[in-house]
């Protein structure tokens, strides 16, 4: 993210509340279906997985949190001091025990397999034992209240939600104002793109794929794939699918033959997980290596966390930017 993420992090690295921070101020909204009250900025956060802790960093919160959870990739590397400050409470998601031996007083994911029975708890649990919890709008337990499509708007919003019941609203105005102008930045850069002699360019069809080899999980509609390629103006092959991430087979892959594969790169160890795992399976298999995007090298990488809504996913938009333009400019 560059100086603007050293800058706003820096402001509030120590946990401290300036003389413009809210320090006893009550907050309320609703998160995800359920009402949320914060009587006064959190002193204890915990964050359950990556992209909520990457926020939360960002904004400068780093004292304020006792814990973090579920790191899928290395933290930015502006955020790297601040994160090793902040105690680790699980490899995954802590289970409810962990979780509360940490004397939460505000816990916040963007996942909500975060707040499962065997992993944190709910929300109404939490929220019954005085805790706080909020989920991103990207993610709600109830599908029927996840909007039809990731926003920009709405990753803001939420960065904006975080910022105001930490007492920091300044802060989030300015981390959304850097984003929104690179986002202005890459935007010109989408228009700019064109075809190549052959009238391809960035009308092309992307495949998101994201992990595993057997039966890879693949982007659909709706998702922050989807958002990223309609504003860069390239298509999704697999936009026909209604839920943001689905299991394909390379069969049914094939058929769709997509232009480019957008590659997760994982560090989780796992089945195709990392971006050369996944090369090396695309290149060795019968049906994979017949696809037109792995035939001519058209791959572009991102970190498998910048595939959901997150602090990254402006710098995902400007990574698939150039991607396409290295290969289609």
Same mark, same amino acid.
């Given at each position: ?11 509030? !690295?120590?946990? *401290?509340? !300036?003389?413009?921070? /809210? ?17 006064? #900025? ?20 780093? *004292? %304020?949190?006792?814990?973090? /959870? ?6 930015? =590397? ?35 397999? /975060?707040?499962? #029975? ?38 803001? =919003? ?15 105005? !300015? ?22 002699? /052959?009238?391809?360019? #960035?009308?092309?069809?992307?495949? +998101?794929?994201? !992990? ?12 922050? #794939? ?5 504003? &860069?103006?390239? *298509? ?13 087979? +390379? ?14 790169? &994982? ?23 017949? &696809?037109? $995007? ?11 966390? $910048?595939?959901?809504?997150?602090? %990254? ?7 698939? *930017? ?8």
């Amino acid at each position: 993210m560059g100086s603007l993420l050293l800058t706003i992090a820096a402001c509030g !690295s120590a946990g *401290g509340t !300036s003389a413009g921070e /809210a320090a006893s101020a009550v907050t309320e909204l609703t998160s995800c279906g359920l009402p949320l009250k914060v009587a006064a #900025p959190p002193r204890r956060a915990v964050s359950m997985e990556q992209n909520a802790t990457e926020i939360m960093l960002t904004l400068g919160l780093a *004292g %304020r949190m006792a814990g973090t /959870a579920y790191r899928t990739d290395p933290v930015l =590397g502006e955020l790297k001091a601040d994160y090793d400050r902040v105690p680790v409470l699980a490899a995954q998601y802590p289970g409810r025990e962990a979780l509360l031996a940490a004397e939460p007083d505000f816990v916040y994911s963007m996942r909500a397999s /975060a707040y499962a #029975p065997d992993a944190g708890g709910t929300r109404k649990d939490l929220a019954g034992l005085g805790i706080p919890a909020y989920l991103s709008s990207n993610d709600c337990e109830d599908p029927g209240l996840i909007p039809p499509a990731v926003t920009f708007d709405a990753i803001f =919003g939420e960065i904006g939600d975080i910022a105001k019941i930490f007492g920091v609203p300044e802060r989030g105005e !300015s981390v959304v104002a850097g984003l929104r102008k690179r986002l202005d930045t890459a935007r010109t850069m989408a228009a700019n793109l064109a075809g190549d002699a /052959a009238g391809e360019g #960035p009308g092309v069809k992307l495949m +998101w794929y994201y !992990s595993g080899t057997k039966t890879p999980a693949i982007a659909g509609r709706g998702g922050l #794939p989807d958002t990223i390629g309609t504003f &860069l103006g390239a *298509g999704n092959a697999f936009s026909d699918i209604a839920r943001q991430w689905s299991e394909g087979s +390379w069969e049914k892959i094939a058929e769709r033959d997509p232009d480019v594969i957008v590659l997760a790169d &994982l560090t989780r160890g796992g089945d195709g997980d990392s971006a050369e795992a996944k090369m090396r399976f695309l290149r060795s298999d019968p049906v994979a290596s017949r &696809l037109t $995007a792995v035939r001519k090298n058209r791959f572009v990488v991102v970190p498998g966390s $910048a595939m959901d809504p997150s602090i %990254r996913s402006v710098g995902a938009v400007e990574q698939v *930017g150039r991607g396409l333009r290295d290969l289609y400019g």
